[in-house]
């Protein structure tokens, strides 16, 4: 008999939220201060999913509204009573691997576009853990980093990627903080922003720091997840409770703009489901807008446009796509099928429980990083397992949840697929790999 039997079972944790959509109540737009008055979809109470649980904890776990709202007027897709900005532990759901080659691929990138050498400055806002910075140092480029957090010793130990010897400023960056950092340290020719705009409460106050910390003649780069796709591929396990904001290049600009930076080059990454890359400059600075700038562009507005409803579609869409991964799992189930599977990452904790399926559905979920191991994902309470207990013993079924990775993980499974294992993806849409 497969693993599964061998995985104790957690009592049921149903987690199936309804997808209505209530009477939107008041609020105003985080960007242009419009008053908000649809919704974009509704998840009700959902457990946050950036961290493992114990897997003995009895304790009910923390838990929290989702609720994600569009302005009519600017089009920012946005939290509805978003968490408290402050600085949070490091999810221990996540995949170092794909972290490690985006920050190699993104430093190259970034040294190679702007011939960055040994007489240039690079500041990363929110260096995390300085896996990024840690490139531009190899290259004989001086990096600094500006963190809420910093790295401390029990960071290091926990994240074997982390590299203590970056400089680091602890502290959020406002505008206050950045023209403190740029008397102290002096500008930056590029400003690295990797991820982190998302989950800012004030983004005026973040982007004015930015302005104040790039040389007249500097760069600063902006890579976001894309709400474009969000929408298009109905990528609901991209909602986070700690992202603020889904981000597209018409609000980027305008969030830009308004304090004194200029957008001239955007482009899209495949990465992690889809990301948004844009460079910015001081408003007068000698950079003519790219090529890929003006396709970016055109591209929101035909999706608007044609066809339409990408806005107001989405929440009914989504629950098509929840019920219909449902119904795919309890039938594999009903035929008498072991369903496992791969990825102990936040977007999957999320995948998982806005499909309601818990550890009675999923046997459990293999990993290659060791953090989570003996753990259980939130609300769904799925084990966490190494990647070799299912190699040695495999299901019939394995769902991949981080499906932007698929084809790459699918390519590392080989020996359990010829004892007839069959791997699944359920985003965009439910498919064999």
């Known amino acids: 008999m497969p693993f599964a039997s061998k995985l104790a079972v957690l009592p049921d944790n149903p987690l199936v939220p309804t997808l209505s959509r209530p009477a939107p109540s008041g609020g105003n737009c985080r960007l242009c201060g419009a008053r908000l008055h649809e919704d974009l979809i509704d998840l009700g109470c959902l457990p946050l999913a950036g961290h493992s649980v114990p897997a003995d904890a009895t304790l009910v776990e923390p838990a929290r509204h989702l609720r994600i709202r569009v302005c009519g007027a600017c089009t920012l897709v946005q939290t509805h009573d978003p968490m408290p900005s402050m600085p949070l532990p490091r999810s221990d759901l996540q995949r170092s691997a794909p972290r490690r080659e985006h920050a190699r691929r993104l430093a190259a990138a970034l040294i190679q576009k702007w011939r960055l050498g040994p007489d240039s400055r690079v500041v990363q806002v929110g260096s995390g853990d300085g896996m990024l910075l840690r490139h531009f140092r190899t290259a004989g480029i001086a990096a600094v980093g500006i963190d809420a957090r910093g790295v401390d010793a029990r960071e290091i130990d926990a994240y074997p990627d982390a590299t203590p010897d970056i400089p680091t400023e602890t502290t959020v960056l406002t505008t206050e903080t950045a023209m403190d950092i740029a008397v102290k340290l002096g500008r930056a020719d590029v400003v ?133 991964i449902r119904e795919f799992v309890t039938l594999r189930q009903a035929a008498g099928r072991y369903v496992a599977a791969y990825g102990a990452t936040a977007r999957s904790s999320m995948l998982l429980n806005v499909c309601g399926l818990t550890s009675r559905d999923v046997a459990c979920v293999a990993d290659i990083d060791p953090a989570p191991f003996g753990r259980r994902l939130p609300g769904s309470r799925v084990p966490i397992v190494p990647l070799q207990m299912l190699k040695g013993d495999p299901p019939d079924d394995l769902l991949i949840l981080p499906w932007p990775d698929a084809h790459e993980i699918a390519g590392t499974l080989q020996a359990p697929r010829h004892r007839g294992m069959q791997l699944w993806t359920l985003l965009p849409r439910i498919a064999r790999v």
Not at 283 to 298: M, S, V, Y
Request: charged share 20%; glycine share 8%; net charge neutral.
């Open 192 to 324: 690295i922003v990797d991820g982190v705009l998302p989950k800012v409460l004030d983004m005026f106050d973040f982007a004015a720091g930015l302005a104040s910390i790039v040389r007249p003649n500097g760069i600063v780069s902006i890579t976001v997840p894309y709400v474009l796709p969000i929408l298009q591929q109905l990528q609901f396990d991209a909602l986070r409770h700690d992202v603020h904001a889904y981000l597209s290049l018409r609000v980027l600009e305008r969030l830009l703009c308004s304090v004194g930076l200029r957008v001239f080059d955007a482009e899209r990454l495949p990465e992690n489901g889809g990301l948004l890359w844009l460079h910015a400059c001081v408003a007068n600075a000698r950079f003519p807008a790219r090529h890929g700038l003006k396709a970016i562009r055109t591209a929101e507005t035909l999706a608007e446009t044609d066809p339409p409803g990408l806005y107001d579609g989405f929440s009914a869409r989504v629950g098509a796509a929840r019920d219909h």
